[in-house]
């Protein structure tokens, strides 16, 4: 089977561990996956709610915290809308969580990055992750 037969997207974040964790686990898997840095990208309105939406999320549940500006942005309350949430990650892409996959078989926010082999037809032989840990296949 052919990448063109399962294409792969990895919204990705070369600065994040389990992003860069996912993308190796897939290539390790022998897929050459289309690679998107959204941080340099973007996001549309549209593309995050489809994401969301197949990957079974809300917005809020996508969006990061960590290493971002949601509280300063008063994100974190609750009651406050999607939309807002939504405006503000494209606004300030750094905001989704990451990294999202897609594949034929579904989409979804990979972490722990080895949630990413539920996506594949075919896993990597072995995988040992950036900090040492060894992934059971």
Known sequence: MSDADFPI???????????????????????????????????????????????????????????????DLGLLAEGVAEERILDAMVEHPILVNRPIVVTPKGVKLCRPSEIVLDLLDRKPESFTKEDGEVVKL
């Not at 070369?14 to 990208?41: D, F, H, W």
């Not at 994401?51 to 809300?58: F, K, P, Q």
Request: with cysteine; aromatic share 6%.
């Open 9 to 71: 997207v990895i919204f990705h974040n070369p600065a994040c561990g389990t992003s860069r964790n996912t993308l190796a686990m897939v290539e390790a898997a022998g897929y050459q996956p289309k690679v998107i840095e959204y941080l340099k990208a973007g996001w549309s309105h549209d593309q995050l709610r489809a994401l969301a939406s197949e990957a079974g999320l809300t917005l809020r549940q996508l969006m990061r915290e960590k290493g971002t500006p949601a509280a």
